[in-house]
């Protein structure tokens, strides 16, 4: 891995940490750490922790210990001269940054409950999906056992353009995959594009807009890991 990726993912990580434990620090002010916290209408808690680290985060409380390891785990920044090797700790960044993120989306939920949509359904209003709960996990996730899904894509900001993100859709709705979209790149994303474009989405069309936001990577990542930890999926399945 290269030293400027490595440096930027470290660096990402710092402040991706610092701004959940600053989200979380404001909500503890405002609600008290006995306020329920979570993704709705699952047992997996928050999944990627859950699945991760064994950790149940049911009240806002609960987020402290998940932010101290977050901060246990962040490699120092790399130096200038005589750098530490990359991968290891860039690695350890990375989980750092989905254990923040995810109780940002937690947080966020908390907040702005009406942030997300409901169901498997986009709406005119609103095409954002947020978190799988448990009933479109056991519905969608069937197909990842009897191979009609093989596995996903997951894809974060925008195509080009509008055409060109159609038929990237297209060539991965051919191919069975869910497409898991979420993020912005120089304002785009790839959800509005496919809109923009005529195509439709949704969970039964398989292209999943979870997100305008990178933060909301973390409903694809949890997503597979609550299939994971259900065992549920083929040996040769893919992501």
């Given at each position: 891995?290269?030293?400027?990726?490595?440096?930027?993912a470290?660096?990402?990580?710092?402040?991706?940490?610092?701004?959940?434990?600053?989200?979380?620090?404001?909500?503890?002010a405002?609600?008290?750490?006995?306020?329920?916290?979570?993704?709705?209408?699952?047992?997996?808690?928050?999944?990627?922790?859950?699945?991760?680290?064994?950790t149940k985060v049911?009240?806002?409380?609960?987020?402290?210990?998940?932010?101290?390891k977050?901060?246990?785990?962040?490699?120092?920044?790399?130096?200038?001269?005589?750098?530490?090797?990359?991968?290891?700790?860039?690695l350890?960044?990375?989980?750092?940054?989905?254990?923040?993120?995810?109780?940002?989306e937690?947080?966020r939920?908390?907040?702005?409950?009406?942030f997300?949509?409901?169901?498997?359904d986009?709406?005119?209003?609103n095409?954002?999906l947020g978190?799988?709960d448990?009933?479109?996990?056991?519905?969608?996730?069937?197909?990842?056992?009897?191979?009609?899904?093989?596995?996903?894509?997951?894809?974060l900001?925008?195509?080009?353009?509008?055409?060109?993100?159609?038929?990237?859709?297209?060539?991965?709705?051919?191919?069975?995959?869910?497409?898991?979209?979420?993020?912005?790149?120089?304002?785009?994303?790839?959800?509005?594009?496919?809109?923009?474009?005529?195509?439709?989405?949704?969970?039964?069309?398989?292209?999943?807009?979870?997100?305008p936001?990178?933060?909301?990577v973390?409903?694809?990542?949890?997503?597979?890991?609550?299939?994971?930890?259900?065992?549920?999926?083929?040996?040769?399945?893919?992501?």
């Amino acid at each position: 891995m290269s030293k400027i990726i490595a440096s930027a993912a470290i660096r990402g990580a710092h402040k991706i940490v610092n701004d959940a434990d600053a989200k979380w620090q404001k909500a503890m002010a405002k609600y008290g750490a006995n306020e329920p916290v979570g993704f709705p209408n699952t047992a997996y808690y928050l999944p990627i922790i859950y699945g991760m680290l064994g950790t149940k985060v049911e009240k806002l409380g609960d987020m402290e210990k998940v932010l101290k390891k977050c901060k246990a785990i962040l490699p120092p920044l790399v130096k200038e001269l005589h750098p530490l090797p990359y991968l290891a700790p860039a690695l350890d960044a990375g989980m750092a940054t989905l254990f923040a993120e995810e109780l940002a989306e937690a947080i966020r939920y908390l907040e702005q409950p009406n942030f997300y949509t409901k169901g498997e359904d986009v709406t005119p209003d609103n095409i954002w999906l947020g978190a799988a709960d448990d009933i479109i996990l056991r519905k969608r996730g069937i197909e990842f056992v009897d191979g009609t899904a093989p596995g996903f894509a997951a894809i974060l900001g925008a195509a080009p353009t509008n055409e060109i993100a159609a038929k990237i859709a297209q060539e991965l709705q051919q191919k069975n995959l869910y497409v898991f979209m979420c993020a912005e790149y120089n304002g785009k994303r790839f959800s509005e594009q496919l809109i923009e474009a005529g195509v439709q989405i949704g969970w039964p069309t398989r292209l999943v807009s979870f997100s305008p936001d990178v933060s909301g990577v973390v409903f694809a990542l949890g997503f597979a890991t609550r299939r994971y930890r259900s065992g549920r999926f083929q040996k040769d399945s893919y992501l």
